[in-house]
């Protein structure tokens, strides 16, 4: 086995915390990976990983040469690359992470064209509203919604998304349409919230130059767009939605429109990725292609 070979076995070990899947996603022996990455430490005198009879961990050197190892795979694959000018040449395995609405909204239906279009590639798609770590975890690139902390990644803005207040037409016919901000009073929102029993944002509306909150009661709390929108869509109270997800539900007359001269502050949104020298040229096919679909739905700060 190359020292290639070696780390390429080594950061798939990092990604599936298992030797077992490692050796299944490699198609090679289990003893095959146990060999390489003892081999590998061996030679770098020091211990990469943490070994348990459930999982496969980094040690601290381990995440530092996961990185590096990363990079030069990535450098290698296009090297390898550089002079084929067809798109299908492009190889690899793509790890990206989006929120769940916007996957299935968005991103997933319109996949099959870019993947069409690089046969070569694979793509691992993980779908959740929480904010993953995109270095621990690996991943090569992420949509993210929302304020970006200064994390020391890259962020590629995308676009904003721009808001409405709707609530379902049975909410309404129960506790009439609200004209004012004090009519609120007298209401209800779904309260989305990044964990359980945290404190809830409230109802976001411009004022002047500025956006404030209004302090809202609610009956029902989630902590996932998919049930934010399926509690609205049941009638437990108010929410304020990214019009482009709204959209078929709107249009159907499931959820109504309201106080549409209190919007709430458009989102940004961003695809995030690893500082690195080099971006593998896969990565970046997919966030050009990314950036051209999002815009039929964002708007340009």
């Not at 590998?40 to 050197?61: A, I, M, P």
Request: with cysteine; net charge neutral.
């Amino acid at each position: 086995m190359t020292r290639l070979e070696t780390y390429a076995v080594f950061v798939r070990v990092a990604e599936l915390s298992s030797f077992t899947q490692a050796a299944v996603s490699l198609g090679v022996p289990k003893s095959a990976v146990s060999s390489a990455i003892a081999a590998l430490e061996s030679r770098l005198k020091t211990q990469l990983l943490y070994r348990t009879t459930r999982k496969v961990q980094l040690t601290h050197d381990g995440h530092l040469l996961y990185e590096r190892a990363r990079d030069l795979l990535s450098d290698a694959e296009d090297i390898e690359a550089m002079f084929q000018s067809s798109p299908a040449a492009l190889t690899g395995t793509l790890r990206v992470d989006m929120p769940v609405a916007m996957a299935r909204n968005f991103i997933v239906p319109r996949l099959p064209e870019f993947l069409g279009r690089h046969a070569g590639l694979q793509l691992e798609l993980s779908c959740t509203d929480r904010r993953v770590d995109v270095v621990a975890e690996g991943f090569d690139c992420v949509i993210r919604v929302g304020a970006q902390p200064d994390s020391g990644l890259m962020a590629r803005q995308l676009g904003e998304m721009v808001m409405a207040n709707v609530a379902s037409p049975a909410y309404l016919e129960r506790h009439g349409t609200p004209q004012t901000l004090d009519d609120l009073d007298r209401h209800f929102m779904v309260h989305y919230v990044s964990q359980l029993g945290a404190r809830p944002w409230g109802f976001e509306y411009r004022d002047g130059d500025s956006y404030r909150t209004r302090d809202v009661p609610g009956r029902m709390f989630v902590n996932s767009t998919e049930s934010f929108q399926s509690a609205a869509l049941a009638g437990f109270g108010i929410i304020q939605a990214p019009v482009a997800g709204l959209a078929p539900v709107l249009g159907e007359g499931r959820l109504v429109e309201i106080l549409p001269q209190y919007e709430a502050e458009p989102l940004p949104v961003a695809l995030v990725y690893p500082r690195r020298r080099h971006q593998a040229r896969r990565v970046r096919a997919f966030m050009d292609w990314v950036a051209a679909i999002m815009g039929d739905y964002l708007s340009k700060p």
